[in-house]
């Protein structure tokens, strides 16, 4: 993910104080298209669910997940995965970053296709 530094009252409204005590923080993330960016129109949003954006999937990666996110934008869905933080140590790594699990482009494209057909 990019854009985290942005997103530090979000990412520690997720964490608590549990990075700081070692325990694995995991979080539901919403994929989101976001078209309309003024910056990139490939963008895709990260959103923690309940607490709004943490930042945006890289460039590259959103390029390579274009398809998933079309294909899904197209039936008024989004995409949902697992994601977890990282850092949030005073006086090691004091920001905080998110990584999310998610499947191969191409594969979860092809998995969506038999999950959410055409009508």
Not at 31 to 48: G, K, Q, R, S, T
Request: proline share 7%.
């Amino acid at each position: 993910m990019v854009g985290e530094s942005y997103h530090q009252e979000e990412l520690h409204k997720i964490a608590g104080d549990r990075l700081a005590n070692g325990e694995k923080v995991v979080f539901t993330a919403l994929i989101v298209p976001e078209p309309a960016n003024p910056y990139d129109p490939n963008a895709i949003m990260v959103i923690a669910d309940g607490v709004g954006q943490i930042g945006h999937l890289p460039r590259e990666h959103a390029v390579e997940y274009g398809g998933v996110a079309k294909y899904l934008s197209s039936r008024e869905a989004v995409g949902v995965c697992e994601g977890w933080l990282t850092g949030g140590i005073p006086d090691r790594a004091p920001n905080i970053g998110a990584m999310l699990c998610i499947d191969d482009a191409s594969a979860l494209e092809m998995r969506l296709r038999d999950m959410l057909p055409l009508r």
